[in-house]
């Protein structure tokens, strides 16, 4: 299994154990209110909003990370596309951050 996958299994995990919002309204809600962890926002996400996050999230001192596509994401949220989610939980979040980094390249940009 590939690190991608794992990434999806660890979100998949992550909403079933309720430590996950999903949509630009409940994502931007939990980063302003201090519950976020990370932000993840699909690579498939319109500039205006991988701008709007990346600027939040530096704002807010929450790591944030472009990975995967929309239907991607939201199959493994067992839902319909996402273009961004935020893991509200301290574990689940630094296993994500984990894989991605082992990943690296220019695909995965982090602040």
Excluded: W
């Excluded at 809600?29 to 600027?55: H, P, Q, W, Y």
């Excluded at 893991?87 to 630094?94: C, E, N, R, Y």
């Amino acid at each position: 299994m590939d690190d991608r996958q794992k990434v999806l299994n660890l979100i998949g995990l992550a909403t079933k154990a309720g430590k996950t919002a999903s949509g630009e309204f409940m994502t931007e809600k939990s980063v302003k209110s201090g519950k976020a962890f990370l932000v993840i926002v699909s690579e498939e996400a319109s500039d205006n909003t991988r701008k709007m996050f990346t600027n939040m999230c530096t704002y807010y001192e929450v790591p944030i990370y472009f990975f995967g596509k929309k239907s991607e994401i939201g199959h493994a949220m067992g839902k319909e596309m996402r273009a961004s989610l935020v893991i509200l939980d301290a574990g689940f979040a630094k296993a994500v951050v984990k894989l991605l980094n082992t990943n690296g390249g220019s695909k995965y940009e982090s602040i």
